[in-house]
C-alpha cells in the first residue's frame, strides 16, 4: 500500500481517519473541502511523498470517518479543534497546510489560533469571503441531492455538478471520480462518502450567523470560542508564508478578493490555474509547478516544517 491507515479520537469521542504517506522529516496536512475527503490528495500525496511525510485526514462525518450524531457539529469550530488533535496525536511540529475550500478555511483559522505550530499554508480556490455566485450553486445541488441507483448515475450527478467547473476533463474522468466521492453500502448501491447532515445545515436559514456578522460589526461579539467571527481577522492572523491557487473560472474566490488579500499581505504568492473552476484538482500542471516553487522557497527561506 502506498499510505498507512490510521485513526484517532477526537476531543468529543468520534473516531477518525487519515492517511499517511511519505516518511520525510518535514510535514504537510491536506485538508479537503466541505463534502470530500482525503482521497483528493492521493495523486498530490504520491507527488510530494518522496521528500515529504504527508497527512490527509478525512474531517468528520466524511470518507472513513464516524458521523456525527448530532449535526451541529459540523462546523469551523469542531473542525478546526480536530484538526489541532491530529497534530498532538500524530505529534506534527510545524506541518505546512494544504487546504482545498473549507480546508482552506481552517487552515486561516489554525493560523488565528496556534500561528506558532504553523509553517505555511496553501489556501487552494479558498479565502476570507465566499462569493455569492458560488453559495447559490452550492445550495442548488445541495438541495436537489439524490440518491443514484449505479455508478453510472452517481458519475452524472458528479459532472452534473461539477462539469462546468472542470471543463475539458475526459469523460473516464467523472467515473474514476465517482470512487473518490461514492462508497458501496451493503446491497452494492453507492452512496456518497458524506453525512447527509451536512447538507442539511447548509439549507437551513442561518439565522445565527447573520445576528453574530451584526454584533461583531458593533463590536460586541469578536470571537467564539477564540475563533474570530470575521474570517478577515483570521486570514490577518496568517503572517507566516502563503500561497493561494485560485481557480480562473471560480465562483467562489472573487478577483477582487485575492486583491483585497494582497493588500493585507503583500507577500502573498498568487497562482491562477486556467481552466479549473471551484476547485483546482492540484493534479494540474500548473497546481503541482506552484506548490512545489513554493515549497522550494520555505527551503530557501530556511523555515522549519
Known sequence: MQYQENRYRSADGLELYYRDYGSGEKTIVCLPGLSRNSKDFHDLALH????????CPDLR???????????????????????????????????????????GFIAMTMASLVPAR?????????????????????????????????????AAQLKANFGAALPGVPETFWAEHARL???????????????????????????????????????????????????WESFRAVTMPCLVLRGALSDILAEATVERMRAIKPDLVVVTIPNRGHAPLLDETESLAAIDSFLESLVSQGKPG
Open 181 to 231: 466521492s461514492y462508497v458501496e453500502n451493503e446491497d452494492g448501491v453507492p452512496v456518497a462518502a458524506v453525512d447527509p447532515k451536512i447538507y442539511t445545515s447548509l439549507k437551513s436559514p442561518d439565522r445565527v450567523g447573520r445576528i453574530l456578522k451584526f454584533l461583531n460589526s458593533v463590536g460586541l461579539v469578536k470571537k467564539i470560542r477564540g475563533i474570530p467571527v470575521d474570517a
Open 61 to 103: 462525518g466524511r470518507g472513513c470517518s464516524q458521523h456525527d450524531p448530532n449535526g451541529r457539529n459540523y462546523n469551523i469550530v469542531t473542525y478546526t479543534q480536530d484538526v489541532r488533535r491530529l497534530l498532538d496525536v500524530a505529534k506534527l511540529e510545524k506541518p505546512i497546510l494544504i487546504g482545498t475550500s473549507l480546508g
Open 48 to 55: 510530494l511523498a518522496s521528500r515529504y511525510r504527508v497527512i
Open 118 to 154: 504553523l509553517c505555511a499554508i496553501v489556501l487552494n480556490d479558498a479565502g476570507p469571503e465566499i462569493d455569492p455566485t458560488g453559495v447559490k450553486r452550492i445550495l442548488a445541488y445541495a438541495s436537489a441531492q439524490k440518491p443514484v441507483s449505479n455508478w453510472q448515475d452517481a
